[in-house]
């Protein structure tokens, strides 16, 4: 991908968090229809940790890297998926539909595919910005944007073969979706589905495609 295209993913961030700090609160319910006589999990100034837990697949990105001094070769990693993801998300209410902080994620994963195991770890950590779109007095739906930097290990093992390879980091860009059921003003709990696209030269695609359970807690 282009440092161009990268910029104009940039540009794309930050404009969906600007536009939305240039809307008020009285003209989004307005908006909504909905009332403002409860207690709301998003009243601006709270601030909010979201520990997740999930499953993680990746989606058809493609790991390039070198081998001895050959030329550059790649290998898809669609083919990997696996159950386990960790991770929390940070907030801070700067408005009562718009939280701004930061997420960390870990997944580990392992596939058997014919006579091959692939194993692969990542790491993700970056800003991110969430715009609130749905809050009723039961439910809360979000959307997600942010920069993240990647940090995978890939390795393959063919019999007695195998081969590992170890990328330096890349960047990506964020997107995703969240739904939460409140039990109380404080605690909600949901899923959500992050996407992430890898704009490295080594790594590059829809690096991460997951879905994880949340747990929402406004302090």
């Known amino acids: 991908m282009t440092k161009r295209k990268f910029s104009a993913l940039v540009a794309a961030t930050i404009a969906l968090a600007t536009g939305w700090l240039g809307m008020t ?3 989004q319910a307005q908006r909504r229809g909905e009332s403002t006589s409860y ?7 709270k601030h909010v940790l979201t520990p997740a837990i999930g ?3 990746s989606g058809p990105a493609t790991l390039t890297y070198r081998v001895g001094n050959n030329a550059s070769e790649s290998a898809a990693i669609n083919n ?5 993801g960790i991770g929390g998300d940070y907030e801070y209410m700067v408005k009562s539909d718009l939280g701004i902080g930061g997420m960390f994620r870990y997944y580990a994963t392992e596939d058997s595919v014919a006579s091959s195991t692939y194993k692969t770890s990542t790491v993700l950590l970056g800003p991110i910005a969430r715009a609130y779109l749905i809050n009723t007095q039961s439910w809360l739906g979000a959307v997600t944007t942010g920069l993240t930097t990647i940090n995978m290990s890939y390795k393959e093992t063919n019999g007695g073969s195998t081969s590992d390879w170890n990328p330096s980091m890349h960047f990506g860009w964020i997107m995703g979706w969240s739904v939460f059921y409140k039990f109380n003003s404080q605690m909600a709990l949901g899923i959500e589905n992050m996407r992430v696209l890898a704009v490295g030269d080594k790594i590059n695609g ?14």
């Open 55 to 57: 499953f993680f697949g």
């Open 25 to 27: 609160d009285q003209a």
């Open 206 to 219: 829809w690096a991460v495609d997951d879905f994880m359970f949340k747990f929402r807690i406004a302090l």
């Open 80 to 84: 990997l998926s696996g159950i386990f």
């Open 39 to 45: 207690e709301s999990p998003t009243s601006s100034g």
